[in-house]
């Protein structure tokens, strides 16, 4: 299995070197807008299945070639938090790389109501924490939790890690048009945005095809719940437009393992992976006439992708 993938371009994070601990998805949600499609069933039991030697040696393989890096991300096909003893994965990261590039977790807050999870969550440097519903009937019908999470268990959860994390939060919202983007309530988020204190909120759009119907509000209606939930709030921009300085494996194979994690767009793999769009595109004709990937066209575009 390979643990790493990238570095992608992030609309937030740069060029972040994904970071995926599971060989495919699992998660404590299930939520409406996910790119990796539907579960069979969710869980909230954590386990440890990374290979801490292969995981180093990959690792030291991908630093030496020296790609551009701005962080190093916990993400990936499942929920990082999923997994035990983060904080040794973090401490090797940090050590193998010698401190330089910034640790980033992306959780789904589902597990911070436990002491153990938020212990080992703060060797990170920041923390992308979603909260992608301020109401119990919202929370159910957009995440589809694991059967006994809830909603006060999350948000008690972000509390209780603001309070022992030296690091940054950067507060995720995932608008979804008819689920979650009524100023009403926007206007609860701001409430526990008030009380949670992050560096930033970040209003995020589910803008890679999911396998629910989903559709994104309106600008007008983003830029309302902005100015609602109020200071350090920002409208999540599109996706960095750098390209990386080289390949760090086969382009067939950078291919691949990219959309194993994340459908993309002809022009997302060309700035990730530093190649020439023709060399893309002759690489994805091929993929797609070996019924290796899939295409579909979602607003407007065409995104490639490992789909069930």
């Known amino acids: 299995m390979s643990y790493f993938y990238g570095p992608v371009p992030s609309r937030r994070l740069g060029f972040s070197l994904g970071v995926d601990l599971f060989p495919k998805k699992i998660c404590s949600f299930d939520c409406v807008y996910c790119q990796l499609g539907r ?18 040696s990959e690792l030291k393989t991908i630093i030496k070639k020296n ?24 401490a090797t990261i940090k050590k193998v790389t010698r ?78 048009a008819g689920y979650n983007d009524s100023l009403a309530q926007a206007r609860l ?16 759009l589910p803008v890679r095809p999911a396998t629910s119907a989903i559709k994104l509000p ?23 437009k750098e390209t990386q300085r080289k390949l760090i494996c086969t382009p067939e194979k950078a291919i691949i393992t990219f959309l194993r994690r994340r459908p993309a767009t002809l022009e997302d793999l060309r700035n990730s992976l530093g190649m020439t769009k023709s060399n893309v595109g002759a690489i994805l004709s091929e993929l797609l006439m070996h019924k290796k990937i899939k295409a579909r066209v979602y607003l407007g575009k065409k995104h490639f992708g490992i789909y069930d």
């Not at 869980?43 to 030697?53: L, P």
């Not at 790609?67 to 973090?90: A, F, M, N, Q, V």
């Not at 909260?131 to 159910?140: I, K």
């Not at 409430?191 to 995020?204: D, G, H, M, S, T």
């Open 67 to 90: 790609p551009k890096i701005d962080y190093i991300s916990l993400s990936g096909s499942g929920e990082p938090t999923l997994h035990r003893h983060l904080d040794t994965i973090i």
């Open 189 to 204: 988020f701001s409430e526990i945005v008030k009380k949670l204190r992050p560096e930033k909120v970040q209003l995020n």
């Open 99 to 176: 401190y330089r590039y910034p640790v980033c977790v992306i959780t789904n807050s589902s597990l911070l109501y436990r002491e153990d999870v938020r212990r080992e969550l703060k060797e990170a440097d920041v923390v992308v924490p979603s909260l992608d519903a301020a109401s119990s009937e919202t929370f159910y019908k957009i995440n589809r939790p694991y059967p006994g999470i809830t909603l006060e268990q999350v948000v008690d959860g972000l509390f209780r890690f603001r309070k022992v994390f030296k690091g940054s939060i950067w507060l995720e919202i995932m608008l979804v």
């Open 39 to 56: 579960l069979p069933a969710t869980t909230q039991e954590r386990f440890s299945c990374v290979d801490m030697r292969a995981f180093k």
């Open 218 to 240: 309106s600008f007008r209606r983003i830029e309302a719940i902005r100015k609602i939930i109020g200071l350090r709030t920002e409208i999540v921009a599109s996706c960095h």
